[in-house]
Antibody, heavy 118, light 111 residues
């Protein structure tokens, strides 16, 4: 069974940092594009960042470019999101998701809450 | 790159059917899309992959009440026998070798 499980969320002050992790199982992790999405209170889903299987190519939404860094460790089947210079508007539930070229984004994790507040 | 257009909201009565629409931008009418459901307080759920031919493949555990169809650049998600738990945001997604795009989502209210 394909499973994704995020961790690392929490309460952080503006300007602070957090590192999210997503543990993957049930599929050949290195073969798939992995994504971070978020949903802020009262807003829709936003794709924050993505990384191809090899880790050589990444995508960032304009709202996080220069502050967030996506990475992966294929030996540990784990996806990461390093979030620096956090702002109140980064408060959201962050979801890890797997994308397949054949089927779209076909698996989502349960999410982890990030709250940025003083 | 493709753009996906969805109505912001829809509503239908309990036990009835509703058809949600996702429209592909000009020049992208042949693209495959995926439908996702996002219920309040829950993780998003992959519903199905839907091709331009109207052929669709549902994700694991998706009820038979959910089906897909296509006409030109329009991709549809039909939910039959609406249940209260179907009240959610519904997003469509498309992709190619260079990009992945999501629609703005349709908020479905079950009356």
């Amino acid at each position: 069974e394909v499973q994704l499980l995020e961790s690392g969320g929490g309460l952080v002050q503006p300007g602070g940092s957090l590192r999210l992790s997503c543990a993957a199982s049930g599929f050949t992790f290195s073969n798939y594009v992995m994504n971070w999405f978020r949903q802020a209170p009262g807003k829709g889903l936003e794709r924050v960042s993505a990384i191809i299987g090899s880790g050589d190519k990444t995508f960032y939404a304009g709202s996080v470019k220069g502050r967030f860094t996506i990475s992966r460790d294929n030996s540990k089947n784990t996806l990461y999101l390093q979030m620096n210079s956090l702002r109140a508007e980064d408060t959201a539930i962050y979801y890890c998701a797997k994308s397949s070229p054949a089927a779209g984004t076909d698996c989502w994790g349960p999410g982890t809450l990030v709250s940025v507040s003083s | 790159q493709p753009v996906l257009t969805q109505s912001s909201s829809a509503s239908a009565s309990l036990g009835s059917s509703v058809k949600l629409t996702c429209t592909l931008s000009s020049g992208h009418s042949s693209y495959i899309i995926a439908w996702h459901q996002h219920q309040p307080g829950k993780a998003p759920r992959y519903l199905m992959k839907l091709e331009g031919s109207g052929s669709y493949n549902k994700g694991s555990g998706v009820p038979d009440r959910f089906s897909g169809s296509s006409s030109g650049a329009d991709r549809y998600l039909t939910i039959s026998n609406l249940q209260s738990e179907d009240e959610a945001d519904y997003y469509c997604e498309t992709w190619d070798s260079n990009t992945r795009v999501f629609g703005g989502g349709t908020k479905l209210t079950v009356l």
